[in-house]
């Protein structure tokens, strides 16, 4: 059977799962839709932390850009796993105790100020939004490439489904769904990785294998130093040697770890369970989820760019595989025969390199580079469609509990029934898969690069202020909201202007101290601290009674009665 | 349960944090990132052993990290019984309606 007919096999089927999943698991009540009733086993709700977690960014473009660019790759695998410690450690336990509903109405209750409710609506908001439009790209591109149709009808295919089950279930839909889809997308990573790891170094645990030799029909040697090997015969940098400066992968690491735990739609996970034990357990069941596709996801990285190497490198152009001229037509690969020879000249030299390769295709084609059989080919496709589902709806419903409940119940209009408030949550849904689809359909160009700098203002605005509202019993309004406005407008203006008004000093001499807009969030995290202890130091203490919610919620027991 | 105990209680869950924090910044941003190259001088097997930890390493200390702060903070909790007729309040039905 062709690539396409299972392709097409594989996607009816686990959409229809989807689907039953939602069917089964309507929402009733303002609880279920938004934390799913509080009933959710730690098991599944690790699943679903982890699929809501691992993006079309982690599946589709991770292990392609830790290909590219070697040992300096080493931020995103430390900086989106070691945010995880920082959440199970400092967050999880604390904001499962508080016991509502969203990031907004910690913020708004703990620092009793609608002014703090109004900000972290505003942050929940534009950064779940940024984060969405890649997920509907990330969709887009895998419907058309795997199933030829076009990137809108796919985005539209997308956006049906996620609306389905979201609209429907709510929290209770979109976290049953996520368990299905975790499912769906470690196998999918998995099986081509142990393929790969198998055929070329004969052992079946990537994790291993990316350490091991390689076998005869590779050559021999250990993969890693085979690598770095070619690299430098090529002229590209040496794979396990670094490029960055340290203090900028530092700052890098850091930006996307506090980020991490600053990200609403991964805190909100943690209000499902039904206690404090139950969310440090979840915590942990979500980190080994996370962990099984982020260990093998730098050998995936090494193995595919052996691959590539050898495949193209000063091959004929008219002898290259069926992959090669498919990927062409989606312009994710290109040669241009600089010299005339009708070979492919693969080298780190842009004067005399004839290939360019887009990083989405290391994972996407890896199977095919690596002639895997069609269905496992196929099901990357499936497991990259469930990744950026999974994610958009877990986003989309922050949008919508920030509408109608922070925005609207909470805010605005005190007095609406459950009924309404319901209502509302629904139609922000509907809203906001119809302006994701739109921007997904037609992305704007920096969309891709936005979402990276979603963590660095999470870390600059949410993570601080969470923090010390739990740790620091006399942080007051006051000092919260002028540390979140701080650390937000610095970092959004420190991105801003390198990437949009400046675009000329974007280099390690422009950047301040040498740090790189991605890693500005550190900064804006320390801003955002020290701004509110100044701020905080002469300014009235917190009232008796919040004082009283921060002593509650360091103590594990039953949720506070408000 | 009585103001002091619950300072104890704290101050005891602060210093679990803070250990494990403290391990948590030395394997990532110490061993993967400020002494990688120095840790790169030793090899095992296939791997130089600061690329290890920044690429593979770090990622299995976190898991165990986040596994012995459950550990740690269970025991915690029953010795200042905290928690335990708690899980009772769970209502199993409620997600499969």
């Not at chain 1, 004067?351 to 295709?361: F, G, K, Q």
């Not at chain 1, 069609?374 to 877990?394: E, K």
Request: charged share 15%; glycine share 10%.
């Amino acid at each position: 059977m062709s690539v396409q007919i299972w392709t097409f096999i594989f996607v009816f089927l686990t959409f229809g799962l989807y689907i039953g999943i939602a069917v089964w698991s309507r929402a009733g009540s303002t609880s279920d839709f938004y934390v799913a009733g509080g009933g959710v086993p730690p098991l599944a709700n690790g699943m679903a932390t982890a699929a809501d977690w691992m993006s079309a960014a982690s599946f589709i473009s991770m292990a392609g850009l830790i290909s590219f660019l070697g040992r300096d790759g080493t931020f995103y695998l430390m900086g989106w796993t070691g945010g995880y410690v920082l959440l199970a450690l400092l967050l999880a336990p604390y904001l499962r105790k508080f016991g509502k509903f969203t990031v907004p109405d910690f913020i708004g209750d703990r620092y009793y100020s609608r002014t703090a409710r109004l900000i972290a609506v505003f942050c929940a908001i534009s950064v779940s939004f940024v984060y969405v439009c890649g997920q509907m790209q990330g969709a887009g591109i895998v419907f058309s490439r795997f199933l030829e149709v076009d990137i809108t009808t796919g985005v539209i295919i997308g956006m049906a489904i996620v609306f389905f089950y979201a609209v429907l279930g709510g929290m209770k839909g979109i976290t049953y769904t996520q368990v299905a889809q975790y499912c769906v997308l470690i196998f999918a990573f998995m099986v081509p990785a142990i393929f790969i790891s198998i055929l070329m170094t004969g052992i079946p645990i990537p994790q291993i294998g990316f350490g091991a030799e390689l076998t005869e029909a590779y050559g021999g040697g250990y993969l890693l130093d085979r690598l770095d090997g070619m690299s430098q015969e090529l002229g590209f940098a040496v794979y396990t040697e670094g490029q960055r400066s340290t203090q900028d992968v530092f700052f890098i690491t850091a930006a996307l770890m506090f980020g991490t735990a600053g990200l609403p739609h991964v805190i909100i996970r943690f209000f499902t369970v039904p206690n404090v034990r139950d969310a440090r357990r979840s915590a942990g069941f979500a980190l080994i989820f996370i962990a099984i596709l982020y260990t093998t996801a730098p050998a995936v990285a090494a193995f595919a760019r052996t691959n590539l190497i050898n495949t193209v490198n000063n091959a004929e152009y008219t002898a290259m595989p069926e992959w090669f001229s498919k990927w062409e037509t989606t312009n994710l690969i290109s040669f241009n025969d600089k010299n005339g020879d009708g070979r492919i000249q693969y080298v780190g030299d842009p004067e005399t390199n004839e290939l360019e390769v887009n990083r989405d295709i290391m994972v996407l084609a890896n199977p095919e580079i690596a002639n895997l059989p069609n269905w496992v080919v196929a099901l990357v496709a499936a497991g990259a469609l469930a990744a950026a589902l999974s994610t958009a709806a877990g986003l989309l419903l922050v949008i919508s509990t920030s509408v109608a409940h922070d925005l609207m119940k909470r805010s605005f209009m005190p007095d609406i029934s459950e009924k309404r408030e319901l209502l509302y949550a629904r139609m922000a849904i509907f809203i906001a898969v119809l302006v994701a689809g739109y921007v997904g359909i037609n992305p704007p160009a920096y969309v891709a690069q936005v979402v990276a700098y979603a963590f660095g203002l999470a870390a600059a605005s949410f993570f601080p202020a969470i923090v010390l509202g739990i740790f620091q019993k006399s942080m007051n309004k006051q000092g919260a909201v002028a540390g979140m406005i701080a650390g937000f407008l610095f970092t959004a203006g420190y991105i801003i202007y390198f990437k949009s008004l400046n675009p000329a000093m974007d280099n390690s001499q422009g950047w301040l101290l040498g740090i790189s807009p991605e890693g500005i969030g550190t900064f804006g995290t320390l801003i955002n601290l020290a701004v509110a202890w100044l701020v905080a130091s002469f300014t009235p203490e917190p009232p008796e009674d919040v004082q009283a919610i921060v002593e509650e919620i360091r103590l594990p027991g039953e949720a506070i009665k408000h | 349960m009585s103001d002091t105990n619950a300072l104890e209680y704290w101050k005891s869950n602060i210093r679990i944090v803070l250990s494990l924090l403290g391990v948590w910044f030395f394997i990532s941003f110490g061993c993967g990132i400020l002494l990688v190259d120095t840790l790169d001088e030793i090899r095992i097997g296939g791997f130089k052993l600061g690329f290890w930890i920044a690429q593979q390493g770090a990622i299995f200390v976190f898991v165990i990290l986040v596994y012995v702060y459950i550990y740690l903070m269970d025991k915690l909790d029953d010795a200042y019984n905290l928690n335990r007729d708690e899980v009772k309040t769970a209502e199993p039905g409620e997600e499969a309606q």
